[in-house]
């Protein structure tokens, strides 16, 4: 026997409400029959949510039972969204596993092979770069964040706005080699600074802080990641500097 299920939600001809496309694809995804009924209007709206005492649409009905909207529906499925205050470090993986592919890719085009330790150097710079990147969406709310615990930006606040156009200028001319005499010290500098830093606060005074190395846009911890994009900006300027000049 089909399973039925009613679905209210706003279709309008200037908006379609983007939860109600979904809640009816996770209906359907789940083996429901759809009744989807349309509310085309503000006072088809606003008489719905008056006879049903709710505040939103889209609304779900099951075999009578009102389920609530989209965030509810996936509760009731066994797959509630993340709480968005939760850690997590899903953007961070995200990056690294993009910036990993990037390198991958094209070192496979340039040296018929993904595994080149030009690759290596291309996996660092781009990942120094939409780090960067990330920061750069917003300039305030990083520098907010990276003076609370960047031992010079505390004492220089200027170094937090500008920490983010430093840390993408290095990345852009080490992917291409350009500079050395200008990426190398660039990166080795803000890395000893920013691993000093995260040091200092996580592992000394053992602050529990969020990480501004994604730019305050995700709920990661300082620690680990911060640490990680330093030493790595540390060890491509030693490396770069063994190639280019101790060699």
Not at 10 to 37: Q, T, W
Not at 66 to 83: E, M, Q, S, T, V
Not at 192 to 199: K, L, R
């Amino acid at each position: 026997m089909t399973k039925t299920a009613q679905l209210y939600r706003m279709v309008m001809d200037s908006h379609v409400c983007p939860y109600g496309i979904k809640s009816k694809y996770l209906l359907e995804r789940n083996g429901f029959a759809v009744e989807d009924h349309h509310l085309a209007t503000r006072e088809e709206i606003d008489a719905f949510k008056a006879e049903h005492d709710v505040k939103t649409t889209p609304q779900v009905i099951i075999e009578g039972k009102r389920i609530g909207g989209y965030d509810d529906l996936r509760a009731h499925f066994g797959k509630p969204l993340p709480d968005q205050n939760a850690t997590s470090y899903r953007p961070v993986i995200a990056l690294f596993a993009v910036g990993l592919g990037l390198a991958l890719s094209l070192s496979w085009w340039a040296f018929q092979t993904p595994f080149t330790i030009r690759a290596a150097e291309w996996f660092v710079a781009f990942s120094m770069a939409m780090l960067a990147m990330l920061k750069l969406q917003d300039v305030e709310k990083f520098s907010s964040m990276f003076v609370g615990y960047d031992l010079l930006a505390k004492r220089f606040v200027p170094y937090a706005y500008a920490y983010p156009y430093l840390e993408a200028l290095a990345a852009i001319l080490m992917a291409g080699r350009v500079l050395p005499w200008l990426s190398i010290p660039l990166a080795f500098i803000i890395g000893t600074i920013g691993a000093a830093s995260v040091i200092h606060a996580v592992y000394i005074q053992k602050r529990d802080i969020k990480c501004a190395c994604v730019g305050g846009s995700a709920n990661v911890p300082l620690g680990f990641v911060s640490l990680t994009e330093n030493l790595a900006m540390m060890a491509m300027a030693m490396w770069m500097l063994t190639r280019h000049y101790l060699s």
